[in-house]
Nanobody, 119 residues
Framework: QVQLVESGGGLVQTGGSLRLSCTAS????????ISWYRQAPGKQRESVAI???????NYADSVKGRFTISRDNAKNTAYLQMNTLKPEDTAVYYCNAAVYIDYLSYDYWGQGTQVTVSS
């Protein structure tokens, strides 16, 4: 069984920074794309950022220039550095990973970590 565990969420003031981590554990061969999503109260879950195994990245327009996604393949960990946070960034943040097990790709989600930005 593969588990994704997020950490690093919390309460921060407008303009502040947080760094989220997502670590995969369990039995698998490798991890391909890793994504961060967020879901605010009453809204649909939305994609925030994605990073391929090779390190290519893509971001939602709303976070470009403020958030940076990165990964450490040796540690099976991805990060989301969030700077210049705004109240509208308040949401539960989830990581998602495409994990290769026995030549097949499976989609896993973490349990989420709350980020609250106060105005």
């Amino acid at each position: 069984q593969v588990q994704l565990v997020e950490s690093g969420g919390g309460l921060v003031q407008t303009g502040g920074s947080l760094r989220l981590s997502c670590t995969a554990s369990g039995r698998f061969f490798s991890i391909n794309d890793i994504s961060w999503y967020r879901q605010a109260p009453g809204k649909q879950r939305e994609s925030v950022a994605i990073i391929t195994r090779g390190g290519s990245t893509n971001y939602a327009d709303s976070v470009k220039g403020r958030f940076t996604i990165s990964r450490d393949n040796a540690k099976n960990t991805a990060y989301l550095q969030m700077n210049t946070l705004k109240p509208e960034d308040t949401a539960v943040y989830y990581c998602n990973a495409a994990v290769y097990i026995d030549y097949l790709s499976y989609d896993y989600w973490g349990q989420g970590t709350q980020v609250t930005v106060s105005s």
